[in-house]
């Protein structure tokens, strides 16, 4: 039986799919996913969402469907993961003991939950199904064929040692982006040697779009509108797949944030979120191996805090100096969350003074907590007169013209390149982390590099020294 059939069969799946209209474009993209023929009504879908001609007669073993918010995708993910696990046979590509997996990945772990209620209801409420099930955890189903579905959050760490049978990622656009510089290719890199032992195993991401760039951007600038590439990419706003949305959620919604919305619901790559600065960039100003440099009696220092209260983000401090027109970053520090404020601005304080410093300069944070906290051993919290978007717009031309020395730790480079330049209507740019992402270290750094910057009316003794010798 294929797919399709299940969704019809009342045995099945029957009781999710009653309304066939509002499900016409999801058989039509299932169908050529899977190589199946296609009525005229879903050909035509098709053509306008793959921008292609020639219609699949073979079943795609990598598909990329970018699609608006509310379009149904995660339901669909949970619907394939469930198929391929109990309607497929893998047991003569496995080893004695060895079970395949169909192994989902999300973006967080409350969209990991979303799409395992889907999965759960799936294998649960259809009876020949549920006598399947031979185990159940919080993340995970173990099937009688020696399958697992497993569902978990987007880690390349996570990937290794499993065999896969198909892996399905989804909202790929919106991966966090602490682990590596380029998370979405790290993870693809690993999923696809773990499936290499599974003939005809499924790669399937799926994810409404963002800017301009990653693994989504990547195949659909390689594969789209493109016949005979063996990788289907399929494009669709979320009323092509959904129509159930109300236009008038999505009329008001562009009327309001046209690019925003325009990748929400119309599925369009924004073109107004860039990258910040390119990688090169920062690993030309990163010296390899120097992780912090020793305090120096005869340098003068500054430093910059980005404070937190402990629960959530991270609260981090660099300290650097000028040299001539150079800026150098000579330590950072960073206190992941959980953690005590109180005990991380006590030992913040202590490597200040090290530097022989009785004054950081901070982001405007809660209030005045961060003020008296460092005050009670000695040192003065300044607020930083700039806001986080200004200091990093200052920073750009120093590190694009080499005047800037980092440090080779690789937290601050991920965090650097990851930023993003937003343009607001008014025109205005606006510079931060991405979805998911946090720019914490790289706000400090950012931060005291900025305020050594030689600003107008800076006293130079060179320059005095050549208007003497004239």
């Known amino acids: 039986m294929n797919l399709l059939e299940a969704t019809t069969d009342p045995k099945l799946f029957q009781s999710w799919f009653r309304d066939e209209d509002t499900w016409t474009a999801w058989r039509a993209?299932?169908?050529?996913?899977?190589?199946?023929?296609?009525?005229?009504?879903?050909?035509?879908?098709?053509?306008?969402?793959?921008?292609?001609?020639?219609?699949?007669?073979?079943?795609?073993?990598?598909?990329?469907?970018?699609?608006?918010?509310?379009?149904?995708?995660?339901?669909?993910?949970?619907?394939?993961?469930?198929?391929l696990a109990a309607f497929r046979e893998y047991r003569q590509c496995?080893?004695?003991?060895?079970?395949?997996?169909?192994?989902?990945?999300?973006?967080?772990?409350?969209?990991?939950?979303?799409i395992f209620r889907y999965i759960r209801a799936l294998l649960t409420e259809v009876p020949m199904l549920?006598?399947?099930?031979?185990?159940?955890?919080?993340?995970?189903?173990?099937?009688?064929?020696?399958?697992?579905?497993?569902?978990?959050?987007?880690?390349?760490?996570?990937?290794?040692?499993?065999?896969?049978?198909?892996?399905?990622?989804?909202?790929?656009?919106?991966?966090?982006?602490?682990?590596?510089?380029?998370?979405?290719?790290?993870?693809?890199?690993?999923?696809?040697?773990?499936?290499?032992?599974?003939?005809g195993a499924m790669l399937l991401c799926a994810s409404s779009p963002y800017a301009r760039r990653g693994a989504l951007y990547d195949a659909h600038r390689r594969h789209f509108g493109k016949d005979g590439s063996p990788v289907l990419v399929w494009q669709a706003a979320t009323r092509v797949m959904n129509p159930t949305i109300p236009q008038s959620v999505i009329d008001e919604a562009l009327e309001r944030d046209l690019p925003s919305a325009s990748a929400e619901y119309l599925a369009q790559f924004r073109s107004d979120?860039?990258?910040?600065?390119?990688?090169?960039?920062?690993?030309?100003?990163?010296?390899?191996?120097?992780?912090?440099?020793?305090?120096?009696?005869?340098?003068t220092y500054s430093a910059f805090c980005d404070p937190s209260g402990g629960a959530s983000d991270s609260m981090t401090l660099a300290i650097g100096h000028r040299e001539d027109e150079r800026v150098v970053l000579d330590a950072v520090r960073?206190?992941?969350?959980?953690?005590?404020?109180?005990?991380?601005?006590?030992?913040f304080s202590d490597l200040l003074k090290r530097y022989g410093l009785s004054t950081v300069v901070g982001d405007r944070?809660?209030?005045?907590?961060?003020?008296?906290?460092?005050?009670?051993?000695?040192?003065?919290?300044?607020?930083?007169?700039?806001?986080?978007?200004q200091i990093y717009i200052d920073l750009l031309p120093k590190l694009n013209s080499g005047e800037v020395e980092l440090l080779d730790v690789p937290v601050l480079a991920t965090q650097l390149i990851t930023l993003e330049r937003r343009t607001a209507r008014g025109g205005r740019d606006s510079i931060d982390h991405a979805p998911g992402g946090h720019d914490d270290v790289a706000?400090?750094?950012?931060?005291?590099?900025?305020?050594?910057?030689?600003?107008?009316?800076?006293?130079?003794?060179?320059?005095w020294a050549r208007l003497l010798d004239d």
């Open 29 to 83: 993209f299932l169908g050529a996913v899977f190589g199946l023929p296609l009525s005229e009504a879903e050909a035509e879908t098709y053509r306008a969402c793959t921008n292609r001609q020639t219609l699949p007669e073979t079943a795609y073993t990598e598909a990329w469907l970018i699609c608006g918010r509310r379009g149904g995708k995660s339901f669909i993910m949970a619907l394939v993961a469930v198929y």
């Open 94 to 114: 496995l080893a004695p003991g060895e079970r395949a997996t169909i192994l989902i990945l999300a973006a967080d772990r409350r969209q990991a939950r979303v």
């Open 130 to 199: 549920a006598r399947m099930i031979e185990r159940e955890t919080a993340d995970e189903f173990d099937l009688k064929n020696r399958v697992t579905v497993e569902v978990g959050t987007s880690s390349y760490r996570a990937v290794r040692g499993r065999t896969l049978a198909a892996a399905l990622a989804d909202e790929i656009a919106f991966w966090p982006t602490d682990d590596a510089a380029e998370p979405d290719y790290a993870i693809l890199d690993a999923l696809r040697p773990a499936m290499a032992t599974i003939p």
């Open 273 to 299: 979120v860039e990258s910040f600065v390119a990688r090169e960039v920062v690993e030309a100003a990163t010296p390899p191996g120097v992780v912090e440099k020793a305090p120096i009696t005869s340098i």
């Open 334 to 347: 960073e206190r992941k969350a959980p953690f005590s404020p109180e005990a991380v601005v006590l030992e």
């Open 365 to 389: 944070y809660a209030g005045s907590w961060p003020r008296e906290s460092f005050q009670r051993h000695g040192i003065t919290y300044e607020p930083s007169e700039k806001p986080k978007s």
């Open 443 to 463: 706000n400090a750094a950012a931060g005291v590099l900025v305020s050594l910057q030689k600003q107008p009316g800076d006293y130079d003794p060179d320059m």
